[in-house]
């Protein structure tokens, strides 16, 4: 990889890191763990537990989130 292509991922991992990240799993257990590992790692979490909650959570706060993780099955 070069230089310039390790910079910018660098300068997107910090912006990410100072973003709002979505969690959503249906397991409530996952998502919990999932939520307190990146916020112990000073990332914002919003936490849904299924598609109608994050399909909310992106309507009301669409410029806000930067990252969205979930499960696909």
């Known amino acids: 990889m070069e230089a310039g292509n390790r910079i910018q ?3 997107t991992a910090i ?3 100072k973003s709002l990240i979505l969690v959503v799993d ?3 257990d996952i ?3 999932t939520c307190a590992m990146l916020q112990q790692s000073v990332h ?3 936490a849904a ?3 109608r909650e994050a399909l909310l959570c992106v309507e009301t706060m669409t ?3 930067s990252l ?3 499960d696909l099955v």
């Open 68 to 70: 969205i993780v979930m």
């Open 31 to 33: 998502l919990q763990l």
């Open 9 to 11: 991922l660098v300068n």
């Open 44 to 46: 914002t979490t919003v």
């Open 63 to 65: 410029d806000s989130i």
């Open 26 to 28: 249906d397991d409530e």
């Open 49 to 51: 537990k299924n598609g």
């Open 15 to 17: 912006k990410v890191a």
